[in-house]
């Protein structure tokens, strides 16, 4: 396994400043708001939504040329699709994936409360299963979500279009860039949040849920962005000439 490098060179240290401060919301909201992990489920859901907003500019912005690996996935004519073709193509499809991650959400307390009652004695208590994930505060859900959307816009500025990644990248290739962070991010959630549902969500497990969800969506940060291409025709590092596709923020 390669070494993952934190220098600058590889990722601003802004965006990763950025994107630290925004997670610590979530952070302090538990320890200090008595912020619930439906809440938090909520929170990442909606940030997910964000995520694709603002991969809908980068489509819009991206300048790269085709790769062929790239063309084969969607086609018109046999040429590049229009850009807003693929724009419309991803909210639809990223649309439906981001429905169902909500569809997941809400039933997710049924599921751990399923669970709970399949394993539990065998005179128990008889009920539907539903496990309490707690209440949901509208004030901090705003809150952190706005954090978590700064952090993702400054990303956008500061990486994509700063660092001239929108460059490098073509619309068709920038549509399909943001789903494996998504898809882990999302499996990491839901696990999370099914493990601590079934925990009763104490305070030591949705710190542990929160710093979690921090570190895998700020090691996919680093990682995307620590072969950051300069515009066309700067110099570059040895190995990442200008024209090579970057990955996404």
Excluded: C
């Amino acid at each position: 396994m390669r070494r993952m490098r934190w220098s600058s060179a590889d990722v601003s240290p802004f965006s990763i400043a950025a994107l630290v401060v925004a997670n610590l919301v979530p952070l302090i909201g538990v320890l200090v708001g008595d912020w619930s992990l439906l809440l938090l489920l909520l929170m990442y859901w909606i940030e997910s939504g964000i995520i694709g907003a603002v991969n809908v500019a980068k489509i819009a912005m991206a300048r790269g040329a085709d790769q062929p690996a790239a063309r084969g996935r969607v086609t018109f004519g046999g040429a590049s699709p229009p850009r807003l073709l693929v724009i419309l193509f991803f909210i639809v499809h990223y649309g439906l994936f981001w429905v169902v991650h909500g569809v997941f959400v809400l039933l997710l307390p049924v599921f751990v409360g399923l669970g709970s009652t399949m394993f539990a004695a065998v005179d128990g208590p008889p009920g539907l299963g539903l496990t309490d994930f707690g209440a949901i505060d509208p004030g901090g859900v705003v809150v952190a979500t706005v954090g978590l959307a700064i952090s993702h816009v400054i990303s956008f500025f500061v990486n994509f279009l700063g660092r001239g990644e929108h460059l490098t990248v073509s619309p068709v290739a920038q549509m399909f860039r943001v789903y494996g962070r998504v898809v882990v991010l999302h499996l990491t959630i839901l696990v999370g949040a099914a493990v601590a549902g079934a925990l009763g969500a104490p305070l030591g497990v949705l710190l542990v849920f929160v710093v979690g969800k921090t570190v895998v969506d700020l090691a996919f940060h680093v990682r995307e962005h620590r072969r950051a291409t300069a515009p066309a025709g700067v110099a570059t590092r040895a190995g990442h000439a200008p024209g090579r596709t970057a990955p996404d923020s």
